[in-house]
């Protein structure tokens, strides 16, 4: 399928004629999604606290779990939210080509174009079935960050039975280093698209409704 075919038949629209920004499939996995990767975040700065790889704790009000062992659990509890819904998310995607059709291509060019645009405050929101430049980066970056958290997690899970994964990433200390950074990566997307969210008020609507 051409790309001006690909783009002809997405957005699609529902039985009433109008357009679906949002199928129903990427509504409840963004969600769930939010909800589990917040758990994971603030559960996991909470174990990162009982034994810190770098100079600095978090501040326990932001901290999910109360002590180690309730934030392990927390952390491991939805670690399978996360696998499930992130697994039917990346097939859909897969399949329906979906990402292929919203995230790509990213050119060199649109992205200097959109980002001094952005910059200055001028980015067109008047159709949010297509995603700009900086987007599109955006979201294929934290979807990558996301699957890089997901494996080094489990390298440093079970370095013994995964130790082929975890010989992948070098070896356990180097894993939990980038078990930490690709949280980082996705903590400082999660600010910026909150605060995008909250700007364009309408993008944060068809996330619920789809239109
Ligand atoms: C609770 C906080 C969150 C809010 C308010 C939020 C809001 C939104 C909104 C409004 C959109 C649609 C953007 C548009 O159409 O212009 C979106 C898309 C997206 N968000 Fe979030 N989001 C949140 C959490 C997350 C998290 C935790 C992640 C991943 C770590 C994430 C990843 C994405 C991705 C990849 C897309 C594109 C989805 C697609 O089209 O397939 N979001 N989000």
């Given at each position: 399928?051409?790309?001006?075919?690909?783009?002809?038949?997405?957005?699609?629209?529902?039985?009433?004629?109008?357009?679906?920004?949002?199928?129903?499939?990427?509504?409840?996995?963004?969600?769930?999604n939010?909800v589990?990767?917040?758990?994971?975040?603030?559960?996991?700065?909470?174990?990162?606290?009982?034994?810190?790889?770098?100079?600095?704790?978090?501040?326990?009000?932001l901290?999910?779990?109360?002590?180690?062992?309730?934030?392990?659990?927390?952390?491991?509890?939805?670690?399978?939210?996360?696998?499930?819904?992130?697994?039917?998310?990346?097939?859909?995607g897969?399949?329906?080509?979906?990402?292929?059709?919203?995230?790509?291509?990213?050119?060199?060019?649109?992205?200097?174009?959109?980002?001094?645009?952005?910059?200055?405050?001028?980015?067109?929101?008047?159709?949010l079935?297509?995603?700009?430049?900086?987007?599109?980066?955006?979201?294929?970056?934290?979807?990558?960050?996301?699957?890089?958290?997901?494996?080094?997690?489990?390298?440093?899970?079970?370095?013994?039975?995964l130790?082929?994964?975890?010989?992948?990433?070098?070896?356990?200390?180097?894993a939990?280093?980038?078990?930490?950074?690709?949280?980082?990566?996705?903590?400082?997307?999660?600010?910026?698209?909150?605060?995008?969210?909250?700007?364009?008020?309408?993008?944060?609507?068809?996330?619920?409704?789809?239109?």
């Amino acid at each position: 399928m051409s790309l001006a075919t690909s783009y002809a038949v997405d957005p699609k629209r529902d039985g009433a004629g109008r357009k679906v920004i949002h199928p129903l499939v990427v509504r409840v996995t963004h969600w769930v999604n939010a909800v589990a990767m917040i758990t994971m975040i603030t559960s996991g700065w909470q174990i990162y606290n009982a034994s810190p790889i770098f100079p600095f704790r978090f501040p326990d009000a932001l901290t999910l779990g109360g002590w180690l062992g309730g934030a392990i659990q927390w952390h491991f509890a939805a670690m399978w939210v996360l696998m499930g819904n992130g697994l039917l998310y990346l097939g859909y995607g897969v399949l329906s080509r979906r990402f292929y059709r919203k995230l790509w291509p990213i050119t060199w060019r649109g992205l200097i174009i959109d980002l001094s645009d952005a910059l200055r405050g001028r980015l067109a929101h008047a159709d949010l079935s297509k995603y700009n430049a900086v987007q599109k980066l955006l979201y294929g970056g934290v979807i990558l960050a996301g699957i890089l958290a997901v494996l080094s997690g489990l390298a440093i899970w079970k370095p013994v039975q995964l130790q082929v994964l975890t010989a992948v990433f070098g070896d356990f200390d180097t894993a939990r280093i980038v078990h930490f950074l690709s949280m980082s990566a996705i903590t400082a997307f999660l600010l910026v698209h909150v605060a995008m969210a909250l700007i364009v008020p309408a993008s944060l609507l068809a996330m619920f409704r789809g239109r």
